[in-house]
């Protein structure tokens, strides 16, 4: 079923109108958004939590607990799910990139910052925990860690996702970090892989964040998904974080990847023949670097 929608993006108030099959936006209090909505910037998805309690020991007096985003059997399975958090920093962040007066260091800075909050937006309702009662120093308090046990698999994408996802050891208390790097052919705006550091083999449980500042054609963030997909990674583990995001790449991804779960700081109207995203930002590797 196609759900068609309009996004009104701020600042300069453009409006597309495209139908994208499978992609499922949600407001924070109302649930799914009616097709006939219209999508703002600032939706995102509302969740509830089942989770998965497992006896305590003992000797540990501890449990885990595996905390599931669920929100209904056919939402999260026959849909990829795009958030956009209504966060005023996350807004903040988006504006200093997108000036292009911003010079290589507070670009690179606000990149990582807003890498920082979606980060922690995409793992909300995601981490398993381990709960418990430890001794404080004034009594015995009932507590909740993430579980160390199963560190989330960061993926940046080369080279600006290395920016995106600076902050992720900050956030998130358990990672282990693989890195892939594409080129794009300027002509058929393909992607090149040059360099992959992923293990042969990943668990399939395994919870994977990969991070991509600029999703325009889709080329490359498909490619990434098809390596973790190769190397065993089920792709409904998988969240993709980006600073902006297209329709032609959220379509291509809700039509490969359906029940993918995309954290996007905004969502901009269109990419041009050159594959750059409108009004986009800019090229983030090079503002990144200073190249």
């Known amino acids: ?13 453009a409006q597309i109108s495209s139908s994208h099959k499978g992609i499922a936006m949600q407001h924070p209090h109302n649930g799914t958004l009616p097709q006939s909505k219209l999508l703002q910037r600032q939706c995102c998805a509302k969740f509830s939590s089942s989770t998965l309690l497992i006896k305590e020991t003992k000797e540990s007096r501890f449990s885990v607990k595996c905390s599931v985003t669920t929100a209904s059997k056919n939402l999260t399975e026959d849909r990829m799910l795009v958030f956009v958090p209504p966060h005023p920093l996350i807004k903040h962040w988006v504006s200093v990139l997108r000036n292009e007066l ?8 606000a990149m990582a910052e807003l890498g920082r909050l979606l980060i922690y937006e995409a793992s909300r309702d995601w981490l398993p925990t381990v709960s418990g009662e430890i001794q404080s120093p004034l009594g015995v308090a009932s507590v909740e860690f993430v579980d160390p046990r199963e560190p989330v698999t960061i993926v940046p994408i080369l080279r600006a996702g290395l920016v995106l996802a600076e902050y992720a050891t900050s956030v998130l208390p358990a990672t282990k970090t693989y890195h892939v790097g594409f ?3 300027e002509k058929t705006l393909q992607p090149h892989l040059y360099l992959n550091k992923l293990p042969d083999k990943l668990p399939k449980e395994s919870l994977v964040l990969v991070v991509d500042p600029m999703l325009a054609t889709g080329g490359t963030i498909v490619a990434t998904i098809d390596l973790l997909k190769e190397r065993g990674v089920d792709h409904k583990k998988i969240r993709v974080v980006s600073a902006v995001a297209s329709p032609p790449a959220l379509q291509k991804l809700s039509e490969k990847f359906p029940g993918l779960h995309v954290y996007t700081g905004t969502i901009d109207p ?21 190249t």
């Open 1 to 13: 079923m196609a759900l068609r929608c309009i996004y009104s993006v701020s600042p300069i108030q």
């Open 102 to 109: 911003s010079p290589c260091p507070i670009f690179k800075n």
């Open 183 to 185: 080129s794009r052919d």
């Open 270 to 290: 269109t990419v041009n023949e050159h594959g750059f995203i409108i009004p986009g930002l800019g090229d983030a590797g090079d503002r990144s670097y200073g």
